[in-house]
């Protein structure tokens, strides 16, 4: 009986309407790019882990042929502000930090690494406005 109780709870949990669990958990900002083959699940579970291992491949092994580079999380996730200026992916409710915030972990990840994407993945960023003067802006950033 309990664990049918527990199943219908987590159930109803998953049925709340989507304006409901908005305000409920953190607002995600949209990512560019091709989603994970393996989910938003997955990655939301386990991005620590991969990222953790690949570190480790890379700094204490060499190996810089990985598969969650730090880099490329930064150059899909990044957001533009409306002057289509990238904005670190660590400022307060940008990718890096919106759940951390909301859970209250901490990572000093970017003492070191950029918060921003390298000039050549900046292409990867497609402005998130549907304003033409920052389109414009963009557009001539990227082609100098
Ligand atoms: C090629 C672009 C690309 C790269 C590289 C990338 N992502 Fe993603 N990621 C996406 C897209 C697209 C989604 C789908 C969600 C969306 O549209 O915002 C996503 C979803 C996620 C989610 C789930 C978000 C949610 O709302 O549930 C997490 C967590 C995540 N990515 C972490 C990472 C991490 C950590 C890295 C680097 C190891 C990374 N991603 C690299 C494009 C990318
Ligand atoms: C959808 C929510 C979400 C997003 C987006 C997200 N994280 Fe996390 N992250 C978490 C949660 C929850 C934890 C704590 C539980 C865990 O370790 O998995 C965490 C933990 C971590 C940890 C381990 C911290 C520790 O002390 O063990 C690292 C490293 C990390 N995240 C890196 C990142 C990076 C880098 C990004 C941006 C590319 C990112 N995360 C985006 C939810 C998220
Ligand atoms: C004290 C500085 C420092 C800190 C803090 C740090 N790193 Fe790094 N990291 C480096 C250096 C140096 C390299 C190797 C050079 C490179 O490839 O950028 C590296 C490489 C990596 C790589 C492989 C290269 C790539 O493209 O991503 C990953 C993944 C990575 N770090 C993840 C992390 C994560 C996750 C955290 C936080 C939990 C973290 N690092 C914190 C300095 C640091």
Redesign the pocket.
């Known amino acids: 009986m309990k664990a049918f109780l527990t199943v219908l709870i987590l159930l109803m949990g998953l049925g709340f309407p989507p304006a409901l669990s908005q305000t409920l958990g953190p607002v995600?900002p949209?990512?560019?790019?091709?989603?994970?083959p393996e989910g938003?699940l997955f990655?939301?579970i386990n991005?620590s882990k991969?990222?953790l291992q690949d570190r480790n491949l890379t700094v204490r092994l060499g190996d810089r042929n990985i598969g969650?580079?730090?880099k490329?999380?930064v150059?899909?996730?990044t957001s533009t502000d409306k002057n289509g200026q990238p904005i670190p992916i660590n400022a307060d409710k940008q990718f890096c930090s919106v759940c951390h915030e909301y859970v209250s972990a901490k990572i000093d990840c970017f003492q070191c690494h950029a918060t921003v994407p390298e000039k050549k993945t900046e292409a990867f960023l497609i402005p998130k406005t549907s304003d033409s003067n920052a389109l414009a802006a963009y557009l001539k950033e990227t082609s100098e």
């Not at 949209?30 to 994970?36: F, L, R």
Request: aromatic residues 0%; hydrophobic residues 40%.
């Open positions: 995600v949209k990512a560019t790019g091709n989603p994970h938003n990655m939301r991005h991969l990222l969650a580079s730090l490329a999380c150059a899909c996730h």
